[in-house]
């Protein structure tokens, strides 16, 4: 597969992110005429429900790092009938938007890896609303997660390091507050919320 982010979004999205993507989407219920920025949005799926629940008259925006997942966004975007999304490729930590750009700002399973992690924070307060909202999404603990615990141990003993546990690196609800608040935002509220994910080829997954 020349991109890889091409199995990311044939074998991840379906499986784990597209239902996370949905509960995203529906608690933060973006309304016509809001503008959305989506941060770290990969291969797209939370900005295409989105679009999918406004329409093409909404400024819907999706940014990312890294070109091969746009470049997979844009594929699947104009596929499923959603060519009206604006894809930017940037940082998180140096948004290039001009401050109080949009009115709903979304981050799913994306500032765990930030390498600075309180600029990108302070990115996003910088460019919603005074009044607008933020809905991110982090894993809990790694504790929380058998079969990554499994796997994180199993990489340790093979390969002396692993680096599993850096994915929940934002598991503390207290760290997580203290994170947010620190930037300046008031109003914090977290949700543990636990989901079964299935997946129907599991040496898949160790390959994507």
């Not at 939370?46 to 999706?62: E, H, N, P, W, Y």
Request: glycine fraction near 10%; charge should be negative.
């Amino acid at each position: 597969m020349a991109n890889p982010a091409e199995g990311y979004e044939s074998y991840m999205v379906p499986t784990l992110f597209g239902p996370w993507a949905t509960l995203l989407v529906q608690a933060a219920d973006p309304r016509p005429g809001e503008r959305v920025l989506d941060v770290g949005c990969g291969t797209g799926i939370v900005a295409r429900q989105v679009a999918s629940r406004l329409g093409a008259g909404d400024t819907i925006t999706g940014l990312d790092l890294s070109p091969n997942m746009l470049a997979v966004a844009r594929a699947t975007a104009a596929q499923e009938g959603v060519e009206f999304i604006e894809w930017r490729e940037g940082s998180a930590e140096q948004l290039p938007f001009p401050g109080s750009s949009f009115d709903l700002v979304l981050c799913q399973f994306a500032l765990m890896f930030f390498a600075d992690k309180a600029a990108a924070i302070a990115e996003i307060r910088r460019v919603v609303t005074g009044n607008g909202r933020v809905l991110v999404s982090v894993w809990q603990g790694l504790d929380r997660h058998p079969f990554y615990q499994t796997l994180h141990d199993v990489i340790q003993r093979r390969l002396g390091m692993s680096a599993l546990q850096d994915i929940f690196a934002l598991g503390s609800a207290d760290e997580l507050r203290a994170l947010v608040m620190g930037v300046g935002f008031r109003r914090v509220e977290i949700e543990p919320i636990s989901m079964t994910a299935r997946f129907p080829n599991p040496d898949g997954f160790l390959v994507v």
